[in-house]
């Protein structure tokens, strides 16, 4: 019985083997590496494209909300006729919209100096003003942001955006213009948003 060569002859399966195994780790490095761009593609994506939306161009009925914090005085459509408004929905209880608020918040401080813009929130976790205004108060008491929040004690807006879309999800934010029509809309929290929306203000002031 023969026994297996061994020494020199044995050298070219070898060479061989490490070959097949260098090209295994190269092939694994390229997927890898195509994988992670195609997922940065992926996030820097924005979503959701807000010109696609069906309400671009839009305008909700006729409002007027209820001052629960940061203002003494109700505010009105017609009272932010001509100014650029950022209008977000929230609730004390709803676990994206504390996480989107002081982003919002942040935002709004970027254009506070500017006469033409307006930020206005409204607090719709509770169906009564009293209860809406203690919430309110305590939740941003709390975690110190100072923003001016409404309440809206028919859901106006929120009843006809419904009415639009079948989306009853919040928070829901929207950019309207000069003239009260809807130029952007998001809904729920994404670190993304506060960008699109901050360029969709921007883009409404310099016209």
Do not use: H
């Not at 061994?6 to 060479?15: C, D, E, F, L, R």
């Not at 028919?154 to 009260?180: C, H, M, N, Y």
């Amino acid at each position: 019985m023969s026994n297996p060569p061994t020494g020199p002859a044995s050298a070219p399966k070898n060479q061989l083997t490490i070959l097949w195994f260098l090209v295994l780790i190269g092939i694994a490095g390229i997927a890898v590496a195509v994988l992670g761009r195609l997922f940065q593609m992926r996030e820097a994506d924005p979503e959701p494209a807000v010109e696609e939306s069906a309400v671009l161009g839009r305008s909700f009925s006729s409002w007027k909300f209820l001052p629960l914090y940061g203002s003494d005085e109700p505010i009105s459509s017609d009272a932010v006729k001509g100014k650029v408004v950022l209008l977000n929905f929230w609730a004390t209880w709803c676990p994206p919209c504390r996480k989107e608020l002081p982003q919002i918040a942040e935002l709004a401080k970027e254009f506070a100096a500017n006469e033409d813009f307006r930020l206005v929130t409204v607090s719709c976790g509770q169906n009564d003003f009293d209860g809406a205004k203690r919430e309110s108060v305590q939740f941003l008491k709390k975690r110190n942001l100072e923003v001016p929040t409404y309440f809206d004690p028919k859901a106006t807006v929120l009843r006809e955006w419904q009415a639009w879309t079948g989306d009853s999800g919040i928070p829901v934010t929207f950019v309207l213009d000069r003239d009260g029509r809807i130029r952007g809309s998001w809904v729920g929290a994404d670190s993304k948003y506060t960008g699109q929306m901050r360029r969709r203000v921007e883009e409404i002031l310099n016209q």
